[in-house]
């Protein structure tokens, strides 16, 4: 038996100078789009009281690109860009309207802002075109061959057996560095029925003990929480210290947002050591988060039904997402997570 899950597989790009300049104009080309079609809703809500969906705003975006002068730059990018920027910003404002009229679970949404450069996440997706991968390159539309600082042989081998296909890729930008993620669609082989019917198996997850399981039999699994953190204290105060004595508006302020030439420099920049900083002990603290999550999953004596988390426990970000983990890792093998 098996089932088709969606899955994201993430990569760290390893771009020329002429590319790593493309991926910011396919950035800021999402960026634009994002506020021109942020500003085109607003007009026609004062108006008629109601917002373009992402189809109109695509037909309108055709016709300004086509008559608007200031638009002679848009077909430097793909064109799925644009497309991409509209439907998450109709995906937006839905959602706004829905956690406005109480119809959406979690936090109240405020209305969707307008994006800075600087200030904002430099991302875009592709949807439609030549998306691939092949050992340590990938594919993109418009951008080509990029090269990739790990082996894509993991997705390869599911796209060659037939059990995986690609929905989407989307590029981000995290402290000067670029990475690619592709929506794939995996078909998953579950067992028919469970080694352990009717048993189940209390989680409970905690800081220096990141988790603590044990099941009906009595076996106990403990695996020790990471402390990147405080590992890294130490150098962080050290260029916040010195990031903080940069004068605001000066040179070496500016230098921060402006791209990273090829080849690498040693990143002796303040605000860039910072960034890379804190994005070493984010990405520590997210692989033991998924190492741990994937060791209780695939153990076969403690796997049937997952569950006894606290509810206080969620309000750690880094546990609500182990869950979050564990609820992925677990749909059609073990059974659902119960309080």
């Known amino acids: 038996m098996s089932v088709t899950v969606h899955q994201a597989y993430r990569f760290a790009l390893d771009p020329t100078s002429r590319q790593e300049q493309m991926l910011r104009s396919h950035a800021g080309a999402a960026r634009y789009a994002w506020n021109w079609g942020l500003r085109e809703c607003n007009k026609r809500y004062t108006v008629e009281r109601k917002w373009y969906s992402a189809a109109e705003l695509h037909q309108q975006w055709n016709v300004a690109k086509k008559t608007d002068p200031d638009l002679t730059w848009w ?5 799925c860009v644009y497309q991409e920027a509209f439907r998450n910003l109709d995906r937006a404002l839905r959602d706004y309207d829905k956690s406005r009229k109480g119809q959406r679970n979690g936090m109240q949404l405020g209305f969707p802002k307008r994006k800075k450069k ?5 991302s875009f997706r592709f949807s439609t075109g030549a998306i691939r991968c092949s050992g340590t390159t990938v594919t993109l539309p418009r951008l ?4 990739t600082h790990e082996s894509t042989r993991k997705l390869i081998r599911r796209l060659e057996d ?3 296909r690609i929905l989407s890729a989307t590029v981000s930008r995290t402290a000067q560095r670029w990475y690619v993620s592709f929506t794939v669609e995996v078909e998953r082989d579950v067992p028919g029925h469970h080694a352990r019917p009717g048993s189940a198996v209390g989680i ?13 039999r009595g076996n106990v699994v403990a695996i020790e929480g990471p402390k990147p953190l405080r590992a ?3 150098k962080l105060r050290r260029v916040s210290r010195a990031h903080s004595r940069k004068a605001k508006g000066s040179a ?3 230098k921060a947002g402006q791209a990273r030439p090829h080849p690498r420099p040693s990143g002796s920049h303040p605000r860039r050591r910072v960034a890379q900083g804190h994005q070493r002990t984010g990405g520590a603290i997210r692989d033991h988060r998924v190492r741990g999550s994937q060791h209780i999953g695939d153990d076969p004596q403690p796997a049937p039904r997952p569950g006894c988390f606290r509810p206080g426990i969620r ?3 880094a546990n609500a997402q182990l869950q979050d983990n564990l609820e992925r890792r677990h749909a059609g093998r073990s059974g659902p997570l119960v309080p």
């Open 162 to 164: 037939g059990t995986a």
């Open 315 to 317: 309000r750690c970000p």
């Open 204 to 216: 409970d997850l905690g800081v220096k003990t990141l988790i603590t399981g044990a099941d009906d």
């Open 252 to 254: 070496n302020r500016r």
């Open 118 to 122: 600087g200030r904002c996440r430099d």
């Open 232 to 234: 890294s204290l130490h």
């Open 144 to 147: 080509g061959a990029i090269r």
């Open 75 to 79: 077909n430097q990018n793909s064109k």
